[in-house]
Nanobody
Framework: QVQLVESGGGLVQPGTSLTLACAAS????????LEWYRQAPGRQRELVAV???????TYTDSVKGRFYISRDNAKNTMWLQMNRLKPEDTAVYYC??????????WGQGTQVTVSS
């Protein structure tokens, strides 16, 4: 059974850091492209960061230099390290594992709230 389970969300103050984790099971993790998305209230889901099977990474402009995506294939886990958080980073964060459009798995999401 395929599972992606996010953890690490919470309420934090602006300027602080938070690291999200996504634990995977039920598929060949190392062969998949891994992505973090987020969805703020009233907005469409947004792609935040990508790491492919060769460990190449890309980021949406609004998080470049602040967020870092990583993976450990031996642990079937991916992370999103988020630094210098801003109120506009507030959203539900989702992890995704995919092989293009044909196969795509989603986690249940974890809430991140950045507020003073």
């Amino acid at each position: 059974q395929v599972q992606l389970v996010e953890s690490g969300g919470g309420l934090v103050q602006p300027g602080t850091s938070l690291t999200l984790a996504c634990a995977a099971s039920g598929f060949e993790f190392s062969l998949y492209t891994l992505e973090w998305y987020r969805q703020a209230p009233g907005r469409q889901r947004e792609l935040v960061a990508v790491i492919n099977s060769a460990d190449a990474t890309t980021y949406t402009d609004s998080v470049k230099g602040r967020f870092y995506i990583s993976r450990d294939n031996a642990k079937n886990t991916m992370w999103l390290q988020m630094n210098r958080l801003k109120p506009e980073d507030t959203a539900v964060y989702y992890c995704n594992a995919n092989q293009g459009l044909q196969i795509s798995y989603w986690g249940q999401g974890t809430q991140v709230t950045v507020s003073s």
